[in-house]
């Protein structure tokens, strides 16, 4: 792919990039545990996949930045090999990166984030640093946009960890991340508490990932296939791309 990734690049080579690009693409994902038939760097490695297509649709305009590779997983914990960051870790090393991208030259950012646990820090973070720094920052959850395709195409419920729509997506960017012969639905537990804490519900609130699955994952990652992750993919890429270019622009 034809993009400006800066761990790729020599110095010259970003500083001629820097004079043609207008928005830095950070990916942002996390280190835990996905069920059996996932590898922990999960998030991470979609997450930089993704960065990587966006940016080859819309060269020369971005650069990507390094991976940020954990997240906000204290909900994981309890499950072997998970590295969890504080809240206000993440906020502050989301203000390191961005303060030094600005210093050479970078004002728009995106944040891509694969981990939907590191959502409400995002937003946190996006409303502190864009004052406190003085630039443009959008976040997006990698392939909520395809939210259409989900509902056509997924039937499991609940569904978003380790289930067929991230093991599609592995299918489709990174199937190296996958464990094909331990593929396995959700083992989820009878205690209700978890049920009435979920996005949708009059009330949220921290549960811990063992309360709600015994194996980590959720959904039927049994029906994830290439075809779907493609789909999901690339109907997600055609969003932030028209969203990228109509916002850059409009500036």
Same mark, same amino acid.
């Given at each position: 792919? &034809? ?20 928005? /830095? ?5 996390? =280190?835990? @545990? ?9 998030? /991470? ?9 966006? /940016?080859?649709?819309? =060269? ?10 954990? #997240?906000?997983?204290? =909900? ?15 906020? %502050? ?6 303060? %030094?991208?600005?210093? =050479? ?7 891509? &984030?694969?981990? #939907? ?5 995002? +937003?946190? /973070?996006?409303?502190?640093? +864009? ?7 959008? $976040? ?6 395809? +939210? ?15 289930? *067929?729509?991230?093991? %599609? ?14 593929? @396995? ?9 978890? !049920?009435?804490? !979920? ?11 063992? *309360? ?6 959720? #959904?039927?990652?049994?029906? #994830? %296939? $290439?075809?779907?992750? *493609? ?10 791309? *028209? ?9």
């Amino acid at each position: 792919m &034809n993009i400006y990734d800066l761990q790729q690049m020599t110095w010259p080579e970003i500083k001629e990039a820097l004079e043609r690009a207008r928005l /830095a693409i950070v990916p942002i994902g996390a =280190h835990e @545990q996905h069920g059996p038939h996932m590898v922990e760097s999960c998030d /991470a490695v979609l997450a930089k996949k993704m960065a990587d297509r966006l /940016a080859a649709r819309l =060269h020369p305009l971005t650069v990507v930045a390094p991976a940020v590779t954990m #997240g906000v997983s204290p =909900h994981h914990m309890n499950f072997p090999g998970t590295i969890s960051l504080q809240p206000e870790t993440m906020v %502050s090393l989301l203000r390191d990166i961005t303060s %030094s991208l600005k210093y =050479h030259g970078i004002v728009n950012f995106l944040w891509l &984030n694969a981990h #939907g646990g590191n959502q409400s820090t995002l +937003s946190i /973070a996006c409303q502190k640093l +864009s004052v406190e720094l003085d630039v443009t920052i959008y $976040y997006a959850k990698t392939t909520a946009s395809a +939210s259409e395709v989900y509902k056509e195409r997924i039937s499991s419920s609940p569904f978003g960890h380790s289930c *067929e729509r991230e093991v %599609s997506e592995a299918y489709y960017l990174a199937p190296e991340l996958l464990r094909k012969e331990c593929l @396995q639905q959700g083992q989820l537990n009878e205690n209700p508490r978890w !049920r009435h804490l !979920r996005p949708g519900n009059p009330l949220q609130g921290f549960y811990r990932y063992e *309360e709600m699955t015994e194996n980590g994952c959720i #959904g039927d990652a049994t029906q #994830g %296939s $290439y075809e779907l992750g *493609e789909k999901i993919v690339e109907t997600a890429l055609d969003r932030l791309e *028209e969203e990228i270019r109509f916002l850059l622009y409009a500036q």
